[in-house]
T-cell receptor, first 119, second 115 residues
């Protein structure tokens, strides 16, 4: 079974500064996907960034980037130029295919990191 | 694109009654839908995976007879909490996957309160 560990329950950052959220995972799979989701107070899950395990290049999405270290099974999220709207719970998630043919992909979530951006 | 809706967004019911929650993919077909439960300040826990036209697959520890899941079409899955009790109070979130695509799109969630 896969496990996803987020070791920082809470973090804070000054507006406009940079913050890094850590995530490690454990799996014996070779093909998988990694995600960071944001859950603001509205509780709507929002995809922040996605990384395919077979890609060596780290994914970036505007102010958000990841540091994917496959051998170390590490997948950290860096938020640059933090904004007040970045305040939210951030969940790291691991996805693998569970059924061939049907193409069912299952997510396993970490416990989350509560990020507060301070004005 | 890739919008998932849930209805209702908030429901209060009496203990012993049943509640149905709908999850719809609005602009894509979803052969697979997922149901999660989230307690306050906790992560999402997968309850079950449903594939269109077949029985749902429940995670260990989830009562099949209490949480009935039906995935009757490529755009609709329903979760029925039967004989609800206060301990069933929680936030329920659905997600949907287009075929075959390694991504899930999430609904806005349903807050269930059982009195």
């Amino acid at each position: 079974a896969q496990t996803v560990t987020q070791s920082q329950p809470e973090m804070s950052v000054q507006e406009a500064e940079t913050v890094t959220l850590s995530c490690t995972y454990d799996t014996s799979e070779s093909n998988y996907y990694l995600f960071w989701y944001k859950q603001p107070p509205s509780r709507q899950m929002i995809l922040v960034i996605r990384q395919e395990a077979y890609k060596q290049q780290n994914a970036t999405e505007n102010r958000f980037s990841v540091n994917f270290q496959k051998a170390a099974k590490s997948f950290s999220l860096k938020i640059s130029d933090s904004q007040l709207g970045d305040t939210a719970m951030y969940f790291c998630a691991f996805m693998k295919q569970v059924n061939s043919g049907a193409g069912s992909y299952q997510l396993t979530f970490g416990k989350g990191t509560k990020l507060s951006v301070i004005p | 694109g890739a919008v998932v809706s849930q209805h209702p967004s908030w429901v209060i019911c009496k203990s012993g009654t049943s509640v149905k929650i709908e999850c719809r993919s609005l602009d894509f077909q979803a052969t697979t839908m997922f149901w999660y439960r989230q307690f306050p300040k906790q992560s999402l826990m997968l309850m079950a995976t449903s594939n269109e036209g077949s029985k749902a697959t429940y995670e260990q520890g989830v009562e099949k007879d209490k949480f009935l899941i039906n995935h009757a079409s490529l755009t609709l899955s329903t979760l029925t909490v039967t004989s609800a009790h206060p301990e069933d109070s929680s936030f329920y979130i659905c997600s949907a996957s287009p075929v075959p695509f390694p991504e899930q799109f999430f609904g806005p969630g349903t807050r269930l309160t059982v009195l």
